[in-house]
Nanobody, 124 residues
Framework: QVQLVESGGGLVQAGGSLRLFCAAS????????MGWFRQTPGKEREFVAG????????YYADSVKGRFTISRDNAKNTVYLQMNSLKPEDTAVYYC?????????????????WGQGTQVTVSS
């Protein structure tokens, strides 16, 4: 069993930055690929970024490439999402999740454990 808890969300002006945290507990996750997704009301959850178990490989949605950075600290069982140059269209609930495929997946069926989400609101 894996428990994931996100934090770090909040309200920020356009152009600002936020850092999201995803703390994992319950079992070691150092062998798992992890991902960040986001969702707005009435829309499907969409892939934002993914990272391999070692942190050596990352993958980003085109909409956030060059602005967001995913990283991890396996010693702390934590995954991070650094978000810079935020735009109003980045407003969403952000979720972290574990990929059971042992590889970065861009679709939600590739993930089996999800956090409760953290709200990010970017004002114009």
């Amino acid at each position: 069993q894996v428990q994931l808890v996100e934090s770090g969300g909040g309200l920020v002006q356009a152009g600002g930055s936020l850092r999201l945290f995803c703390a994992a507990s319950g079992r070691t996750f150092s062998s798992d690929a992890m991902g960040w997704f986001r969702q707005t009301p009435g829309k499907e959850r969409e892939f934002v970024a993914g990272i391999s178990w070692s942190g050596d490989n990352t993958y980003y949605a085109d909409s956030v490439k060059g602005r967001f950075t995913i990283s991890r600290d396996n010693a702390k069982n934590t995954v991070y999402l650094q978000m810079n140059s935020l735009k109003p269209e980045d407003t969403a609930v952000y979720y972290c999740a574990r990929s059971y495929l042992r590889a970065i997946a861009t679709m939600t069926p590739g993930y089996d454990y999800w956090g409760q989400g953290t709200q990010v609101t970017v004002s114009s």
